[in-house]
């Protein structure tokens, strides 16, 4: 079962400090236990050479303005730089236009995050926006990058 890799992933600091606030925080096995095993919309477990390395998927899908937001966790940090995050994005990006019949993916990720720029970037992913000193992470206030990708793009 992934549930307990997960978690571990999600209590590593290196990988935490590029995700979303509340997984700023312990969070417990249970609350991991829920999002793994739970009924979703269009989540993924992310393999490498045969082991569990991660989650991906499309969450707060909105029907009404079919889109729906990327999400993407490599917890296994001895996989970061191996391309792997651009692989994903690829395939979630295009089972939500061919799968699930979006018109429109959003993303957002710290603008600190390089290697999370670059697979947006080369996924075509559009710039949105950005939330300015959106969010405290080592000492400082971070700002948000807001991106999207339309079906057509």
């Keep these: 079962m992934d549930v307990p890799i997960y978690h571990a992933y999600l209590c590593d600091p290196e990988v935490t400090v590029w995700l979303e606030d509340r997984l700023q925080y ?4 249970q609350e991991i236990e829920k999002f793994v095993l739970g009924a979703a919309w269009a989540r993924w477990a992310i393999e490498f050479e045969g082991r569990f390395i991660g989650m991906t998927g499309l969450e707060d899908f909105d029907p009404n303005r079919s889109l729906a937001r990327f999400f993407i966790v490599i917890g296994d940090t001895s996989c970061w730089g191996k ?71």
């Design 26 to 29: 312990p969070i417990g096995i």
């Design 83 to 153: 391309g792997l995050g651009q692989a994903v994005i690829n395939e979630v990006v295009s089972r939500g236009f061919r799968d699930r019949g979006l018109r429109k993916i959003v993303s957002n990720y710290l603008h600190t995050n390089i290697a999370s720029q670059k697979i947006h970037d080369r996924a075509n992913f559009v710039s949105e926006g950005r939330l300015r000193s959106d969010v405290w992470r080592g000492g400082d206030w971070v700002d948000t990058l807001l991106v999207s990708r339309f079906r057509e793009e």
